[in-house]
C-alpha cells in the first residue's frame, strides 16, 4: 500500500472515531435515572436493562453488547429521523416499528439529539399514563 493510500485510510478512520459521538451506557444510565419517577429494571432477562416511569418502559438497552438503546418516538417523527440519520436511527429492534426506535450509540447521531429522543420517550409515556399515575408521579 503506498503512503497516499495509507494516509486517506487512517483520516477515514480517524476521522469516524471524533466525528461520531457516543453516549455511553454509564452517560444513558445517569440521564435517565434522572427523570422524575425513572426506575432501572431487568424485566426480561439479566443484560436488558429497561427504565421505566411508573412502571411503564421508556428506554431499553443490552449491557452485554451496548451499542446503543431502544426509544418510544412519536410516529412521524420517527420516520424523518429515520430519513435523517439513516445509519444511526433503526427501527425499533424486537419493539413495534412505528413507536420504538433504536438509536445507535456510535453514529452520526449527535449525543445531544440522543438525550432529547430519551426526553421525547419519556414524555410520551407520561403522557399516556393514567390521571392517577401522573398524580402519583407529580408527587414524587
Not at 452517560?27 to 424485566?43: I, N, Q, V, W
Not at 418516538?73 to 444511526?88: M, V, W
Request: aromatic residues 12%; proline residues 4%; positive net charge.
Amino acid at each position: 500500500m503506498n503512503i497516499k493510500k495509507l494516509s486517506l485510510f487512517c483520516y477515514r478512520v480517524f476521522k469516524s472515531y471524533f466525528i461520531y459521538s457516543a453516549m455511553h451506557i454509564d452517560e444513558l444510565r445517569e440521564y435517565c435515572l434522572s427523570k422524575p419517577g425513572a426506575e432501572e429494571t431487568f424485566p426480561f432477562n439479566a443484560t436488558t436493562l429497561v427504565y421505566k416511569v411508573m412502571g411503564k418502559m421508556f428506554v431499553m438497552c443490552n449491557i452485554d453488547t451496548y451499542t446503543g438503546f431502544n426509544a418510544k418516538c412519536d410516529p412521524e417523527k420517527a420516520i424523518d429521523l429515520r430519513e435523517q440519520y439513516p445509519d444511526g436511527v433503526l427501527p425499533g429492534y424486537h419493539m413495534n416499528k412505528k413507536q420504538w426506535n433504536t438509536i445507535v450509540a456510535r453514529s452520526n447521531v449527535p449525543e445531544a439529539l440522543q438525550k432529547k429522543l430519551v426526553d421525547h420517550s419519556y414524555e410520551l409515556v407520561v403522557e399516556g399514563l393514567s390521571l392517577k399515575l401522573k398524580r402519583e408521579l407529580k408527587e414524587l
